[in-house]
C-alpha cells in the first residue's frame, strides 16, 4: 500500500537522521578548560580547577584550593580543599548561564571570624578565662552546596567565569589557645558542628585546552 510505503520511508529517515546526529554529537570534541581564580592570587591562595565537557550542556569541575597561610593579619589561615562539581548549562556549555551541584572535602587550621575580637570570656565550669583573638580551630569538613553563575567568552580560548556556591558545612574540629598551649572547648574527641553557608566563589580566568 503506499501510504503505508511513505510512512515507512519517513520514519526510516527519520531514524537514520537521528542516528546520525547522536553519532555527530559522540564524534564532537570535548572542550576542556583550565581557570585559576583571579580573586585570590592577590592574597597568596591558589584557586585552580579544570572543568570538562561530557555533553552538549554538561561539564564537570574539580578543583582545589590552598591557603597556606600559618598567619594572616594575625589569623590562623591554613585551608586545603578538593571539590567535584556537575554543572548545567542552560544555552551550552561554557556559555551563559548555569547551575551545579557541588561536593567538598577540606583540612583546616584556622581562626573563625567571630574570634577576630579582644572580647574576653570565662569558663564557668573551670574558671578560665581567655581571650578570643587567642582562640583557633583545627579539623576537617565535609560540604554540599548548590553554584550558580555564568561564563562567558572573552577571546577563541580565553573565558571568564563568574560563580558563588552554598551549602550546608559538617564540621569536625579541636579549639585550641595558642597563648596557653591547650584546649579551650574541653571535649575528648572532636567537636561537631553544622551550618548552612556561602564557602565558594569568585572569578575563574579559563584558557581552552582543547
Known amino acids: 500500500m503506499p501510504g503505508i510505503k511513505y510512512i515507512t520511508g519517513v520514519l526510516t529517515l527519520s531514524l537514520l537522521g537521528t542516528l546520525h ?24 591562595i591558589v584557586n585552580a580547577a579544570l572543568e570538562h565537557q561530557v555533553s552538549k550542556k554538561f561539564t564537570v569541575q574539580g578543583d582545589v584550593l590552598i591557603s597556606p597561610w600559618k598567619s594572616f593579619a594575625g589569623h590562623e589561615l591554613q585551608y ?4 567535584l562539581e556537575g554543572r548545567y548549562y542552560f544555552n551550552e556549555a561554557f556559555r551563559h548561564w548555569y547551575i ?47 553554584t550558580g553563575g555564568y561564563q562567558f567568552n572573552i577571546s577563541d580560548r580565553w573565558n571568564i567565569d563568574i560563580y558563588a556556591a552554598v551549602g550546608t558545612s559538617q564540621d569536625f574540629y579541636k ?36
Open 80 to 83: 586545603y580543599s578538593v571539590s
Open 100 to 146: 551545579g551541584a557541588n561536593i567538598a572535602g577540606s583540612r583546616f587550621n584556622v581562626q573563625k571570624w567571630n574570634y577576630w575580637n579582644d572580647n574576653i570570656g570565662t569558663d564557668e565550669e573551670t574558671g578560665i578565662t581567655r581571650k578570643n583573638s587567642d582562640l583557633y580551630q583545627k579539623g576537617y569538613s565535609v560540604i554540599f552546596g548548590v
Open 175 to 210: 579549639g585550641y589557645d595558642r597563648s596557653r598551649g591547650d584546649r579551650y572547648d574541653g571535649a575528648a574527641g572532636y567537636n561537631k558542628s553544622g551550618e548552612i553557608l556561602p564557602y565558594r566563589g569568585g572569578v575563574m580566568i579559563s584558557y581552552k585546552l582543547k
Open 21 to 44: 546526529a547522536q553519532e555527530q554529537e559522540k564524534n564532537e570534541e570535548k572542550s576542556v578548560y583550565i581557570k585559576g581564580n583571579a580573586l585570590l592570587i592577590p592574597i597568596g
